[in-house]
């Protein structure tokens, strides 16, 4: 077995795994609404700010973003030949990528400090 067989097989493992996490996070969250007395912003808000459902949510959205950045990755590495336009292109993506988890994550953070405004 090559070592390149090996590289493609990491990258196959957690596009699964995440697949999995994100199925079950969005069945949690699917039945936690169905289950809720009041649909409001105001009972998602204490959904979301007990810390069991914030680290859900923070293992949600990495598993997202790995799922993300394998699947646009390759992607790009198919379709996309000229080598210059592809480091662009997958420049752009960690980029977006990154703006996009470390702005979930600076929200996660708040409310477990109980710094976000009402």
């Known amino acids: 077995m090559s070592l390149y067989v090996l590289e493609g097989l990491r990258p196959w493992v957690i596009q699964r ?4 996490y994100i199925v079950f996070f969005i069945l949690y969250a699917v039945i ?3 289950t809720a007395d009041t649909v409001s912003f105001q ?5 979301l700010f007990q810390p069991l459902n914030t680290t ?25 030949h000229n080598i210059m336009l ?6 752009l993506f960690i ?3 990154l703006g996009s988890g ?5 929200i996660l953070l708040l409310s477990a400090t109980g710094l976000v405004s009402q």
């Open 86 to 91: 592809r480091i662009f292109i997958l420049g």
């Open 43 to 47: 009972s998602w808000r204490l959904w």
């Open 17 to 20: 795994v995440s697949a999995v």
């Open 32 to 34: 936690s609404f169905l």
């Open 102 to 106: 470390l702005w979930v994550f600076r």
């Open 56 to 80: 859900v949510v923070g293992v949600f959205v990495i598993a997202l973003l790995f799922h993300a950045w394998i699947g646009m990755r390759d992607v790009v590495l198919d379709y996309v």
């Open 95 to 97: 980029g977006v990528l």
